[in-house]
């Protein structure tokens, strides 16, 4: 007997931006902050967050129901996953990337069908503000922000990246768009007979440099000041490029694939990490997705397929290269000189 249809699956992805702005909304507030010391009564924990009557059972509950709150005859609580990873004092805080979606790509992705029917960008840049990037690292409080998301968003891959790529094989590497420095972090981390640079603009420097020192590794860290498009990248056994990619056109990622190439010697590694699209283009739906934020946000990147990366490290003259799955949507292609 064939399968009763229906059209459930459709009206959940539909109304999908119910639940995502309610979770925007309870990071943006401080929920999960305020019940990181323990459970609060209702009327303590709507007064505390400012809830107007009308609003706050409803609000409440509806963090329960989607599984991000607990609520017991103690009041409500975090769950083990909210406290670890949305408590802004912790250093789990992945909540980075949630405040970010939520001041800029929530507004943003309300015009995607303009996107996709003009193949422009729909974020400052089309009220004739200056582009993402360069008003992000004229404000250093914003900067600090995103980079932070950056580490928050990358952490689980950047771990996988320092324990299962072999690093017993080389001495030496350059995190190219370092942000926050995570990635050469953990790397540190993981294998301490490796030293590593941080390369990416002047202004981040003070960012890395606080946070390898919170991690313990800025003896074997050192931050390179640089603008990809205008300087050769440092010389290193390996280069990695996390979430570098995507964010350029066809003829910008061909260039900075040849100055990885150029920058390592023979035998030498370049990684490139992010969320790339299964070959077929009907799998991998967050790297999909990714390639429409880039849409929203740039006016040329994209997202790619494995396919794709191996084609243009060829053509930039690598040898061997092979594919390897990191965490959640998260693929590495690894090639070697």
């Known amino acids: 007997m064939t399968e009763q249809l229906n059209p459930e699956k459709i009206l959940q992805t539909g109304m999908a931006f119910w639940a995502s702005k309610s979770l925007l909304s309870a990071v943006e507030m401080g929920?999960?902050?305020?019940?990181?010391?323990?459970?609060?009564?209702?009327?303590?924990?709507?007064g505390r967050l400012g809830l107007h009557p009308r609003s706050a059972r409803d609000f409440l509950d509806t963090l329960v129901a989607l599984g991000f709150l607990e609520r017991n005859s103690a009041g409500y609580a975090n769950t083990p996953e909210t406290d670890l990873f949305l408590d802004r004092k912790k250093p789990s805080y992945i909540g980075g990337i949630l405040e970010m979606a939520n001041h800029r790509l929530y507004p943003f992705w309300g015009h995607l069908t303009e996107a996709l029917r003009t193949g422009l960008p729909q974020n400052e840049v089309k009220n004739g503000?200056?582009?993402?990037?360069?008003?992000?690292?004229?404000?250093?409080?914003?900067?600090?922000?995103?980079?932070?998301?950056?580490?928050?968003?990358?952490?689980?891959?950047?771990?996988?990246?320092a324990h299962t790529f072999p690093w017993g094989d080389y001495s030496t590497y350059v995190d190219v768009g370092t942000a926050q420095g995570d990635l050469a972090a953990q790397i540190a981390l993981a294998n301490p007979h490796l030293r590593g640079t941080g390369?990416?603009?002047?202004?981040?420097?003070?960012?890395?440099?606080?946070?390898?020192?919170?991690?313990?590794?800025?003896?074997?860290?050192?931050?390179?000041?640089?603008?990809f498009f205008k300087q050769d990248f440092p010389k290193a056994d390996v280069v990695l490029m996390g979430h570098i990619l995507h964010d350029w056109d066809l003829s910008i990622k061909k260039m900075l694939i040849k100055k990885a190439f150029d920058a390592i010697p023979a035998g030498?590694?370049?990684?490139?990490?992010?969320?790339?699209?299964?070959?077929?283009?009907?799998?991998?739906?967050f790297g999909l997705m990714m390639s429409l934020?880039?849409?929203?946000?740039?006016?040329?990147?994209?997202?790619?397929?494995?396919s794709d990366c191996t084609a243009w490290m060829s053509e930039a003259g690598f040898s061997s290269i092979r594919i390897e799955h990191l965490v959640g949507p998260d693929s590495m292609v690894i090639a070697i000189k």
């Open 31 to 46: 929920v999960f902050t305020e019940l990181s010391h323990g459970p609060k009564s209702f009327d303590s924990l709507s």
């Open 129 to 161: 503000a200056a582009g993402f990037f360069e008003t992000l690292y004229a404000d250093p409080a914003r900067l600090k922000e995103f980079l932070s998301a950056m580490t928050g968003v990358s952490h689980g891959a950047n771990i996988k990246i």
């Open 199 to 227: 390369f990416d603009l002047p202004e981040v420097a003070p960012i890395f440099e606080e946070y390898v020192a919170t991690l313990g590794v800025k003896d074997r860290l050192m931050f390179q000041p640089g603008d």
């Open 268 to 285: 030498g590694a370049l990684v490139v990490y992010e969320a790339i699209i299964d070959d077929d283009r009907s799998k991998n739906a």
């Open 293 to 306: 934020n880039m849409l929203i946000e740039t006016p040329g990147g994209f997202d790619y397929t494995g």
